[in-house]
C-alpha cells in the first residue's frame, strides 16, 4: 500500500508534517475510490433522493424509510402525504464485493452478504430479506462457472447459516465479466422511530466500544485493493486483502445488536467493512464533527504481535463499533458474553482530533473530517458512447425461440434459489422464481407483545419467542426486485439505463405493488479510460432520469469502479434494487391457470418497442439494432399496470423482460396450461421494451378500463394442453411444457 504522491503533498499540508506510516495508509485506504467516490461523487447529486416516505436519505450506513398505512400502500408515493406513513420503519441498502469474489468466489461473496447485514444493524433493524445481483462472464466458460458456483455457494452458506431469507435478485451471463465478475448484495430490515439509530457520533466523553470478532490480518488493505484494476495474478497474489467470515458469530451479533437497541444502549454504530477499524470509527465521529481518543492495543486480537496499522486496518468480519454512555458500558459487556462475543472498550468520544496511540505513542493524530471527506474530487475527460448500426438477422422461428428460451440470461434460475433458504422468518409471501418477492410486513420487534408482556425465550438466547421478534402483521406487503441487464447498457448505456429502472418498477408492478423507493449499485471499469467514464456517466444520468421520472427516490447505493482486468473493462452496470407496497400479501402468480381457460383471455398491456437492440434475439442470431424508444411517463404505466394485477379477475400477470414475449409466453406454460398465441413478426416476438406485462384476465373490459391510455393487445387464447403454440409472421411452431422446461432448465441441467 501507498499514498500517491500528489494525495502525500495535500495531507503533508493539511498536518504540517509528514504523515506516519499509520496515517498514510489510512488516509490512503479511505481517499480510495472505493470509499470516498472520488470519480463519482462529482455524478450522484443527479439522484433526487427526498421524499415523505424518506427519514434517513444517503450517507448513513442505510437508508430508513416509513411505510405506508394498508389503506396507503396501493397508492403511487406522489399520491401521498405524510399522514399517510405509519410507524413501521424499513431500512434498505445495497453494496457490491466485486474484486474479492473474483479472488475467493466463496469467502468473497459470503462476507459480501455480513458486511451489508451489518450495515442494516447499524441503523437498529433486524434484517428481514436479501437479495443477490450477480454477473459472470460467458456461461460456457469454465471459470465463469467455477466463480459462478462458488459466489452462489457463499451467499447461500452465509445467508442460509445467519437465518435471512434471499428472497430475490438476478444472474447475468455477459462475457465482458470475463476476468471480473460482479456481486451486489441488497439488504432489507425493519425497525421503527424508537429504534432507530444512526452513525453519526453525539457526545463527547461517550465510550467507543468494539463488539464481536477478534481482530486478525485478513482483508488488510481491502479498501485500497477494491479501487484498482484486477491483476493477472490477482487470485494469488490479493488473497490476504479478502476477508473470512463467519456466519454464526454473525448470527450471535445479529441477536446481540437487537438485545442492544431493545434497551436502549447505543447511541450511534456503524459496522466495521472498508478500512476496518480505521474507517469505521473515524467516520462515525466525523459524522458528528467530533473525534476520538483510540488505544488500538485495547482491541481484542485474534492474532499476536499486530502492529497498530494492521489493528487499523484490518477488515476481520462480524464486528461492530458502538458509541456507548459511560454508564451503559458494563451492560454491553454482559451483552456481548451472553451471546459469546469478544467487547472491547477502545476509547472514547473527543472534541479533538481523531487519535490512535499503540505501545505508549501517538500513531495518528488528524482530523477526522479530514481524513473522512477530505478527499479531493476526480475531474475525468469522458467520451459519449456510439450509437449501434442497424443490421437485423431474421432466422427460422423454431431456431430463434429455442436459442433466445434457452439463453442463460432467460432461462430458469431455479439452480440458485434453491440452494437458498427463502422462506426462513415466516415473511415470504412470493418466493423466487416470479417477477418480484413480495415480503408480509409486520411491526417491528419490541420484546414483548401487549398478549405476552414476559416473553418466553424459544431456545435462540434473546429472551424472546417467534411471535415477540416479528411482531404483528401491518396488512402491507413490501415487493422487492433488483438487477441490471448488461446487453442493454452495453448497447445504450443512457437509455439502457432507464429500461433497468422500468423494468424492476415493471416487476413490482405485474404484482400489483407500486415502488416506494430504490437504491442502486453503480459498477464500471477503470474510471480514467474516457470511453469507459463515458459510459458511467450515461448509466448515472439515466438511472436518475427514470427514477425521478419513476417518482422513485434513489436513497443510497455503491459504486465500484475499476472493475476492469486483463480481459478489458466491464460493461457499464447499474443495478437498481427496487422497494415496493401493495395492500395485502396475494399476488398473481407468473403460472397460467388452465381451469379458468375457456373462461378467460390473454392480453398484453402496454406499448411495443421500435428495435431489438440489446435484446437475447441478437445475441443469439447476430447482428445490430437501435436500442428500442422508452414509453412516454413510466409512473403513470407502472400504476396503471398494478391495478390491472390487483384486479381480482386477473389470474395471471408476467412482466416482459430478457426475450421478449417468447420468453414471457414460455414462462407462463404450465403442464396443465397452455396458450395459443399470433404475433405478426420477429419483433413482436423477441424485443424487450420494458413497461409491459401479459395478463389472464376473466374480464377483458376491467383491463381495458384500468390500463388507461395504455394499449391492450389480445395476445390468443388460454389452454389446457400445456402447449404454447405460437405464430410469427406466417411460421408456426408448438412445444409443450416438457420442452420448455428442458430449454429453460440450462444452467440447473450443466452444473448438476
Excluded at 441478437?618 to 409512473?635: E, V, W
Aim: hydrophobic letters at 40%.
Amino acid at each position: 500500500m501507498s499514498l500517491s504522491e500528489p494525495d502525500h503533498e495535500l495531507v503533508a499540508a493539511e498536518l504540517g508534517r509528514e504523515p506516519t506510516a499509520a496515517e498514510a495508509a489510512l488516509f490512503e485506504n479511505l481517499w480510495s475510490e472505493h470509499c470516498a467516490y472520488r470519480s463519482s461523487r462529482p455524478l450522484l447529486s443527479a439522484f433526487d433522493s427526498e421524499g415523505d416516505q424518506v427519514v434517513v436519505g444517503p450517507g448513513d450506513d442505510a437508508a430508513v424509510l416509513a411505510l405506508p398505512t394498508p389503506e396507503a400502500a396501493d397508492a403511487p408515493a406522489g399520491a401521498r402525504d405524510a399522514d399517510d406513513y405509519g410507524d413501521t420503519y424499513v431500512t434498505f441498502g445495497i453494496e457490491s464485493h466485486n474484486h474479492p469474489s473474483y479472488v475467493d468466489p466463496f469467502d468473497g461473496a459470503a462476507t459480501g452478504v455480513g458486511g451489508i447485514v451489518r450495515d442494516t444493524m447499524s441503523m437498529g433493524a433486524y434484517p428481514i430479506a436479501l437479495l443477490d445481483s450477480l454477473y459472470f462472464g460467458d456461461f460456457g466458460s469454465e471459470e465463469s462457472r467455477y466463480l459462478f458456483e462458488g459466489v452462489v455457494e457463499g451467499i447461500s452458506h452465509y445467508g442460509n447459516c445467519i437465518g435471512v431469507p434471499t428472497v430475490g435478485g438476478s444472474v447475468a451471463f455477459h462475457d465482458g465479466y470475463e476476468g471480473n465478475p460482479l456481486v451486489n448484495v441488497a439488504c432489507v430490515g425493519v425497525t421503527n422511530e424508537d429504534r432507530l439509530v444512526t452513525a453519526t457520533a453525539e457526545e463527547p466523553g461517550n465510550a467507543l466500544v468494539l463488539v464481536g470478532n477478534a481482530t486478525g490480518r485478513d482483508g488488510l488493505g481491502g479498501a485500497s485493493f477494491a479501487s484498482e484494476d484486477l491483476a493477472e495474478d490477482a487470485e494469488t497474489e490479493d488473497r490476504p486483502a479478502v476477508q473470512v467470515g463467519d456466519p454464526y458469530a454473525e448470527k450471535r451479533l445479529i441477536e446481540c445488536n437487537e438485545a442492544l437497541v431493545d434497551e436502549d444502549l447505543i447511541v450511534a454504530a456503524r459496522d466495521l467493512g472498508a478500512a476496518g477499524l480505521g474507517g469505521a470509527s473515524s467516520e462515525l465521529v466525523a459524522k458528528g464533527g467530533l473525534g476520538a481518543a483510540i488505544d488500538l492495543e485495547a482491541v481484542h486480537q485474534r492474532e499476536p504481535n499486530m502492529n497498530a496499522l494492521e489493528i487499523l486496518l484490518a477488515e476481520s468480519q462480524e464486528r461492530m463499533c458502538y458509541e456507548v454512555a459511560p454508564d451503559d458500558v458494563d451492560r454491553v459487556r454482559d451483552l456481548a458474553e451472553r451471546f459469546d462475543l469478544g467487547c472491547s472498550v477502545i476509547g472514547e468520544v473527543t472534541e479533538g482530533n481523531y487519535v490512535c496511540t499503540f505501545e505508549g505513542e501517538t500513531v495518528v493524530d488528524v482530523d477526522a473530517e479530514f481524513l473522512a471527506d477530505g478527499a479531493p474530487m476526480n475531474d475525468l475527460p469522458s467520451t459519449e458512447p456510439a450509437e449501434p448500426d442497424r443490421d437485423l438477422p431474421d432466422p427460422d422461428l423454431e431456431e430463434a425461440f429455442e436459442a433466445v428460451v434457452s439463453d442463460p440470461n432467460a432461462a430458469s434460475k431455479r439452480w440458485v434459489y434453491r440452494q437458498y433458504d427463502h422462506e426462513v422468518g415466516t415473511r415470504t409471501a412470493m418466493k423466487p422464481g416470479d417477477d418480484a418477492a413480495i415480503v408480509a410486513m409486520r411491526e417491528a420487534a419490541t420484546g414483548a407483545t401487549p398478549d405476552d408482556p414476559e416473553p418466553v425465550d424459544d431456545g435462540s438466547g434473546d429472551g424472546r419467542n417467534e411471535d415477540d421478534r416479528h411482531g404483528d402483521a401491518t396488512g402491507v406487503g413490501l415487493a422487492l426486485s433488483s438487477g441490471a441487464n448488461p446487453r442493454w447498457t452495453s448497447v445504450a448505456p443512457y437509455d439502457g439505463a432507464r429500461a433497468v429502472a422500468l423494468e424492476n418498477a415493471t416487476n413490482l408492478a405485474a404484482k400489483g405493488a407500486l415502488p416506494l423507493a430504490a437504491v442502486d449499485c453503480l459498477n464500471g471499469g477503470n474510471p480514467e479510460k474516457p470511453e469507459v467514464y463515458g459510459g458511467f456517466e450515461a448509466i448515472v444520468d439515466g438511472l436518475a432520469d427514470a427514477c425521478a421520472a419513476l417518482d422513485t427516490p434513489v436513497v443510497g447505493g455503491n459504486v465500484s469502479l475499476y472493475n476492469d482486468s486483463v480481459e478489458g473493462p466491464i460493461p457499464p452496470t447499474p443495478t437498481l434494487a427496487v422497494l415496493g407496497t401493495r395492500a395485502g400479501y396475494d399476488a398473481p402468480p407468473a403460472r397460467l391457470d388452465g381451469d379458468a381457460a375457456e373462461n378467460s383471455e390473454l392480453l398484453l398491456v402496454g406499448h411495443a418497442g421500435d428495435g431489438l437492440g440489446g435484446s437475447a434475439y441478437l445475441a443469439a442470431a447476430g447482428g445490430s439494432d437501435r436500442f428500442p424508444a422508452l414509453p412516454d411517463d413510466p409512473a403513470a404505466i407502472v400504476s396503471s399496470l398494478a391495478a390491472v394485477a390487483r384486479h381480482e379477475a386477473t389470474l395471471a400477470s408476467h412482466d416482459v423482460s430478457d426475450g421478449g414475449l417468447a420468453v414471457a409466453l414460455a414462462e407462463l406454460v404450465d403442464d396443465d396450461a397452455g396458450a395459443d398465441v399470433t404475433l405478426p413478426d420477429h419483433a413482436a416476438a423477441f424485443e424487450e421494451t420494458p413497461g409491459r406485462i401479459v395478463v389472464q384476465t376473466t374480464d377483458p373490459e376491467a383491463v381495458a378500463d384500468l390500463a388507461g391510455d395504455l394499449p391492450v393487445f389480445r395476445l390468443g387464447d388460454v389452454t389446457a394442453d400445456g402447449t404454447l403454440s405460437l405464430s410469427v409472421g406466417g411460421e408456426s411452431i408448438a412445444v409443450d411444457a416438457d420442452s420448455i422446461r428442458e430449454l429453460r432448465g440450462v444452467i440447473e441441467r450443466e452444473l448438476a
